[in-house]
């Protein structure tokens, strides 16, 4: 069993909907979680931490369930800009690990 | 402030030669980490440090050795290149204070081995 799974997608959504993506982990010590986007080619870029309360930024909310080991991405109002895959991240001493991604397609 | 640089952005080896991709921060981090990315299996962590002079292995760390002589630099080794070390290569580097710090990425090292 991977550590980090995420749904791959790819999801396809028309623009102004809203998405939501899933990721379980497997490490109960794990000690920190991000959310990561990456366009086609390019390097991963931090979107967000995920905190146990559950945290906001702009059109983008993150939520993190420890009991279950599951993190969520909401993301409202899509743009086409938010085309990318989105990557879930758990962190345990500094042993990072990623999720395979998933895949965002917004359409106009 | 340059963030994580990479050196080389593209690289085509031979079996069995060898090569050090390079990889240096301005931010004064701390942690350093170099993952390969293949398609359809996500970032996997090949080696990291948690400062000057301690590294450790990741997942994947079989062909490849690191060292971390100083902050800034942060040199991955591949031995004998194999067919199997064709991958995207990145290196990253986050603050090691208190609180919920993600990795900075460089813009990778794109490596074929023939």
């Known amino acids: 069993r991977k550590e980090v799974e995420q749904d791959p997608g790819p999801f396809n959504v028309p623009e102004g909907a809203t998405v939501a993506f899933n990721c379980t982990y497997s490490?109960?010590?794990?000690?920190?979680f991000f959310w990561y986007r990456q366009d086609c080619r390019k390097e991963p870029k931090l979107l967000m931490s995920?905190?146990?309360s559950g945290n906001e930024d702009g059109r983008f909310t993150a939520q993190l369930n420890r009991a279950s080991q599951y993190i969520s991405l909401l993301i409202r109002d899509s743009k086409l800009s938010d085309s990318a895959t989105y990557l879930c991240v758990v962190n345990n001493n500094n042993d990072m690990r990623f999720g395979a991604g998933t895949r965002l397609t917004v359409k106009p | 402030n340059a963030g994580v640089t990479q050196t080389p952005k593209f690289q085509v080896l031979k079996t069995g030669q060898s090569m050090t991709l390079q990889c240096a921060q301005d931010m004064n981090h701390e942690y350093m980490s170099w993952y390969r990315q293949d398609p359809g299996m996500g970032l996997r962590l090949i080696h990291y440090s948690v400062g000057a002079g301690i590294t450790d292995q990741g997942e994947v760390p079989n062909g490849y050795n690191v060292s971390r002589s100083t902050t800034e630099d942060f040199p991955l080794r591949l031995l004998s290149a194999a067919p199997s070390q064709t991958s995207v290569y990145f290196c990253a580097s986050r603050s090691s204070g208190t609180g919920n710090y993600g990795y900075t990425f460089g813009s990778g090292t794109r490596l074929t081995v023939v």
């Open positions: 490490n109960s010590a794990s000690q920190s």
């Open positions: 995920v905190y146990s």
